[in-house]
């Protein structure tokens, strides 16, 4: 493997207490740069910021130890959206957070499916109220990051013979398939994410996880081609790429070459232990293994899903715009 080339992890999650010891493992394995997509707040809040409750201006303040090692991300406070004085608070907020040190916005999937507005209500991902903040980051520079919904599997009645069943019963939290309580079908939310998108093109939009959609490449593709401001990241998501034939794969990545971001999801929480150094090792070797070799089955990066990767081999001058060139340009350059 490609040991030599740097690679920019373009979506992590690092708690800014164990700062040291992930730049240490970062420099082991050549990892140039972490972007951070976790959508912190200046209010502490275990809900609203993963993996724990650190502030922004806590998370920039680490990260400045280290400059051009990693780049933050911001969030979004929906607590009172829909009364008067939501989008004025929001706009103070954001302005602040961009000030700090903030590259960007990050929209997680809470949105769509379990974020409600002051009347009860589950607020839809493309719901016009959001839109004048949106538009108002987009003015501020920021790049706008989405993570909505998961996989389909989590949307389905729950059946043995659902793909990621074994996944379900480890984590029954990330089953969405009852709407009485969930109220829309994976689909509906894709589609919302789409209109946003077609919505808001004065800046970058990322969609996370390869789109949000990675069991739909050809629709992600298609997206891709209609809204040439809208990029992705492939994070968690190569359990599902490498399902594919490796030569279709390539087609697509050749295309988008120039759009697509190396990602992986690791993550960093407190305390940091030599199980979060290993998980990270591997990870970044599996997704390095399946670019770089060519026709070669890959052990599923997930231990819970049992189907292999076929991998596709790329081209060298291709795999360094993914593995870090397409990051500076979109998530560093500013």
């Not at 059946?159 to 029954?172: A, G, M």
């Not at 996370?208 to 492939?234: K, L």
Request: glycine content about 6%.
């Amino acid at each position: 493997m490609q040991d030599s080339v740097p690679v920019i992890d373009a979506h992590a999650h690092v708690a800014p207490t164990c700062i040291e010891q992930v730049v240490r493992v970062m420099d082991e394995n050549n990892v140039e740069a972490l972007i951070d997509m976790t959508p912190s707040l200046s209010t502490p809040n275990e809900e609203k910021a993963f993996p724990g409750p650190y502030t922004i201006e806590e998370i920039v303040t680490a990260f400045e130890k280290f400059p051009g090692r990693f780049v933050a991300f911001c969030g979004i406070d929906f607590d009172e959206f829909g009364t008067e004085g939501w989008l004025k608070r929001e706009k103070e907020a954001l302005a602040r957070h961009v000030e700090a040190g903030a590259a960007g916005v990050k929209i997680w999937k809470t949105l769509g499916l379990e974020t409600l507005d002051n009347e009860g209500k589950v607020i839809p991902v493309d719901d016009e109220r959001l839109a004048p903040l949106l538009d108002y980051a987009q003015e501020l520079g920021c790049i706008l990051a989405f993570h909505i919904a998961d996989p389909q599997d989590f949307f389905k009645p729950l059946t043995p013979d659902i793909d990621r069943y074994e996944v379900l019963q480890v984590h029954p939290e990330w089953w969405f398939g009852d709407r009485k309580k969930y109220p829309y079908e994976w689909w509906q939310l894709i589609r919302q994410l789409e209109r946003v998108i077609e919505r808001h093109r004065k800046g970058t939009i990322v969609g996370a996880h390869f789109g949000c959609a990675a069991e739909e490449i050809g629709y992600v593709a298609d997206v891709m081609r209609c809204n040439p401001h809208y990029i992705i990241d492939i994070a968690a998501r190569l359990q599902d790429i490498g399902r594919n034939d490796p030569s279709y794969i390539l087609s697509v990545f050749t295309e988008f070459q120039d759009r697509i971001l190396m990602a992986t999801d690791v993550a960093f929480g407190e305390p940091f232990t030599p199980e979060s150094s290993a998980q990270a090792q591997h990870l970044w070797n599996t997704y390095r293994e399946y670019f770089e070799k060519a026709n070669t089955e890959i052990e599923n990066p997930s231990g819970l899903l049992k189907w292999k990767l076929s991998s596709v081999g790329m081209s060298s001058d291709i795999l360094d715009k993914i593995y870090r060139l397409n990051a500076k340009r979109y998530l560093m350059n500013r």
